[in-house]
């Protein structure tokens, strides 16, 4: 069993950065794909982000490439969004998602057993 915390929502304005965090419990974390995910008011889920267990490889939806920053600490059983040049269609709760053991990365909510309770990150313009 694994059990996501997210952090570091927040109000940023127009263009700045935010850094959420994702803390896992559960001794699988360090073999399992990771990813983030964001919901905003009346719209599906959607993904954002994902890495794979060991960080070598990530995926990106193509309205944060080259914006956000997905990565991840094993020692720390943590995984991080960096987000850098924010807009308003950005602001949402953002989930942190965990594949079981040994899949491979995902940009597909159902494929995520693992939840945790979101963060709401709200860009102002």
């Known amino acids: 069993q694994v059990q996501l915390v997210e952090s570091g929502g927040g109000l940023v304005q127009a263009g700045g950065s935010l850094r959420l965090s994702c803390a896992a419990s559960?001794?699988?974390?360090?073999?399992?794909?990771m990813g983030w995910f964001r919901q905003a008011p009346g719209k599906e889920r959607e993904f954002v982000a994902t890495?794979?267990?060991?960080?070598?490889?990530?995926y990106y939806a193509d309205s944060v490439k080259g914006r956000f920053t997905i990565s991840r600490d094993n020692a720390k059983n943590t995984v991080y969004l960096e987000m850098n040049r924010m807009n308003p269609e950005d602001t949402a709760v953002y989930y942190c998602?965990?594949?079981?053991?040994?899949?491979?990365?995902?940009?597909?909510?159902?494929?995520?057993?693992?939840w945790g309770q979101g963060t709401q990150v709200t860009v102002s313009s």
């Open positions: 559960g001794r699988t974390f360090s073999s399992s794909a």
């Open positions: 998602g965990g594949r079981s053991a040994g899949w491979r990365t995902s940009s597909r909510a159902d494929e995520y057993p693992y």
């Open positions: 890495i794979s267990w060991n960080g070598g490889t990530t």
